[in-house]
């Protein structure tokens, strides 16, 4: 008998859909965003420049409204273009850089110390997160 039991849950298991979050809202990629803050930018020195990368953040910007950015103390005004969020797509959030927008913004060599980023979410909530070169400069 015990084993009918288990074979029928098993069986009504199987029949049940899988539940897949799409990450397109604040509610699901808040969570996400919050445990890889660390992570949400890179500094690269490349080609005589410096490059910020928000790779890390734009993989998970449907649900987020807006970035925005400050170097060096400042504010964090500057707006970031991002690529819109695919919802109709299987993968809302890959990037797809065909429409010229790239995951980074640069600056002149050596010259980012510090970055400030804002996100503001679809929610109207916001975070923000301070990085040193140091912490976050790629090798």
């Known amino acids: 008998m015990t084993f009918l039991r288990l074979a029928a849950v098993f069986t009504v298991g199987l029949a049940l859909p899988a539940v897949a979050q799409s990450f397109t809202s604040a509610a699901e990629v808040k969570p996400i965003l919050s445990a ?47 690529e819109p969020c695919y919802k109709t797509e299987a993968q809302p959030n890959a990037l797809k850089m065909d429409q010229g927008v790239l995951p980074f913004v640069t ?6 110390q510090t970055v400030t980023v804002l996100v503001t979410y679809d929610d109207g909530s916001t975070d ?8 976050v400069l790629m090798p």
């Open 36 to 82: 890889t803050k660390p992570q949400w930018i890179a500094v690269r020195e490349w080609d005589g420049q410096d490059l910020i990368y928000f790779t890390n953040l734009l993989a998970w910007r449907c649900g987020v409204e807006s970035v925005a950015y400050g170097v060096n103390g400042a504010a964090p005004e500057v707006p970031l273009v991002i």
């Open 107 to 112: 600056q002149a060599l050596s010259s980012v």
């Open 128 to 135: 923000t997160a301070d990085y040193a070169r140091a912490a």
